[in-house]
């Protein structure tokens, strides 16, 4: 690597990483609640980014009300996959669950190629495209202000869990399902609002990816690199998914920037590297840097 543009990728590295947390809060939300890991929510993400196109495309909506648009319906959509799909299958094997949101997974790419088709699209730009240029690291302005509106959505959610009671009650039940039933607490209904609220933090990581690299069906794929970030920082850890996914988005873009020879550029090594970076985490500590190691008697 050429040590002088350093700055510049740990700079862009940053801001991806952003987003990328901002994808792992939503996997953090539903496994805390419902002990799930969430295996459709990359493409909760991509459906996100063709919903908003539409809005934009077909009834002329600025990109803004568009976005607004898709956290409306990602609201519909978290609560009624909870609803239709996850709730008659609670007491059942968490596999099930899981393998549900696998099927999930690919309903939802089936649905999306049959309803929109599987060509690249492009977004009305949410941001000004003129560089942003600080000493000698020149920063794409739509992705720093992509960054602002991770941000945004980290305080929110912050928020949320610490002064709502909507958010107190979702802890509660994330720490022990029966004392939150035996309280007067509704659990079927936390976890459709933890649902909904996935499928929110989701579709805006679609909409902000897609607006700086398209509408299209591989950004499912890019969602993956949440998953290092939150195996990194602890399944049940929102300070751990946000630390995870910065650190992703730092090593991808760190590694994708070696000097490489052109038979090894061609496999991405940037794009490999968080995984190869997940399994040396796994193995040296499974449950992530923040997480919580259980200890269950038999």
């Given at each position: ?41 990359g ?10 196109w ?8 600025s ?26 299958l ?24 049959l ?15 003129q ?13 720093v ?75 499912s ?71 919580l ?6």
């Amino acid at each position: 690597m050429n040590w002088d543009l350093f700055p510049q990728f740990l700079a862009t590295g940053l801001l991806t990483g952003g987003i990328y947390a901002l994808i792992a809060l939503g996997l953090v939300l539903i496994y805390k609640s419902s002990r799930v890991f969430n295996f459709a929510q990359g493409h909760v993400l991509m459906l996100g980014a063709f919903v908003a196109w539409w809005f934009t495309e077909n009834l002329g909506w600025s990109i803004w009300m568009a976005f607004l648009a898709a956290i409306g319906v990602a609201v519909l959509v978290g609560l009624a996959v909870e609803r239709l799909a996850l709730r008659p299958l609670i007491g059942q094997p968490i596999l099930a669950t899981v393998m549900m949101t696998l099927a999930l997974a690919q309903v939802l790419q089936g649905a999306v190629i049959l309803v929109f088709g599987a060509y690249q699209r492009s977004l009305p730009t949410m941001f000004p495209l003129q560089p942003l240029i600080l000493g000698d690291v020149r920063l794409k302005l739509n992705l720093v202000l992509a960054f602002a509106v991770a941000l945004i959505g980290f305080a929110v959610f912050v928020f949320f869990f610490r002064f709502t009671r909507a958010g107190l009650a979702m802890r509660a039940a994330a720490e022990d399902h029966q004392l939150a039933q035996s309280v007067g607490l509704s659990v079927p209904r936390i976890f459709g609002l933890a649902w909904a609220i996935a499928s929110v933090v989701a579709m805006v990581g679609g909409v902000l990816l897609a607006n700086i690299s398209g509408v299209e069906t591989n950004l499912s794929v890019i969602a993956l690199k949440a998953f290092p970030a939150v195996l990194f920082g602890g399944l049940e850890s929102i300070p751990g998914a946000i630390i995870g996914g910065l650190t992703v988005g730092v090593i991808e873009s760190l590694v994708g920037g070696l000097p490489q020879d052109p038979a090894i550029r061609s496999l991405h090594l940037g794009d490999i590297a968080p995984y190869v970076f997940m399994l040396l985490v796994l193995m040296a500590r499974p449950e992530g840097l923040f997480g919580l190691k259980r200890i269950e008697r038999i």
